[in-house]
């Protein structure tokens, strides 16, 4: 099974507000691409001290 990137979108706008990010009144999260989304995510969850771990599709994820 794969994941489209609507879904993914949709993903990372749920994980953000899992999170209780608040975007700006000027923001629109829904306008964002998906690397910026993935982006503001990996971000936010950095800043509060989670463990990140990214997958490229390019390379394999390392731990």
Known sequence: MSINSNQRKQFLLKELKRIGYKPSENESL?????????MLVITKKSERGNKVLTYNARMEAFE
């Open 30 to 38: 829904e306008k964002l691409s998906l690397y910026e989304l993935e």
